[in-house]
């Protein structure tokens, strides 16, 4: 009996959030933008993300097949994947573009139009817009999930532990608007150049308005974890 007492409170010390996770940290700011900064593939994700793209773009211009066009940008996926298996290195980037090539392949190749290639993901933006906009009014914003899921044994536990704390909830909210921004940019330039059938057009400001308007959007989320100085205190139920 003596020594379940002793062990138990130990191991719920051990996976208690509050324990585990806060207490490297002064502020909610440097929380989430250690947790923020795992997920970001660097430059070499952006370059295996956007070559698909402009192949795609530059076949279709000289050849106008769509078939071929759609060959050249899987051959690029699949070479990129090739490399990083071959060098031992994260494959889960190169795997969403993978993807990403395989599902604009789908909806091209089912309607015959090129410009549907482009369909996929600009369907993404305006459903990320939504559920971005709808969590963070109801203050369940999706950067605190982030927050959650980094420490996977407590996420297990209590996948809503970090909503306890309103600085989290809060910073994480305003993460969100800056994405909500980028895609409401995003939508507003590449839905005119859909329905106008500019498919050259709406390959170049997809490159554009990837991992480059990604990095002026995280700029901006660097600016405000630099500046905020929001305390990691006791937790508490959110308003």
Known sequence: MTA???????????????????????????????????????????????????????????????????????????????????????????????????????????????????LPGMLQNAA???????????????????????EPDVFAQDPTWWRRHPGIVSVACRLAWVLVALNAVRLAIMVPLYLGEQVAALAVAKVALGWPAYLVALTAMGAILVRGRTPIDAFAAPR
Do not use: M
């Open 128 to 150: 990320l817009l939504v559920v971005l906009v709808v969590t963070n009014l109801l203050r369940w914003p999706l950067f605190g999930f982030v927050v959650g899921v980094a």
């Open 4 to 118: 379940e007492n002793e062990t138990g409170p130990t191991r719920t010390a051990a996976t208690h959030p509050e324990a585990l996770d806060l207490r490297r940290y002064e502020t909610v700011e440097q929380l989430l933008g250690d947790k923020l900064s795992e997920a970001i593939g660097g430059w070499r994700g952006a370059v295996e993300s956007a070559v698909p793209t402009l192949l795609f773009a530059l076949v279709w211009s000289v050849t106008r097949d769509l078939r071929l066009s759609l060959i050249a940008a899987g051959a690029a996926a699949l070479l990129f994947l090739i490399v990083r298996v071959l060098q031992r290195q994260n494959v889960r980037f190169i795997l969403y573009a993978a993807a990403g090539v395989g599902i604009s392949a789908f909806f091209a190749l089912r309607s015959g139009r090129a410009e549907d290639a482009f």
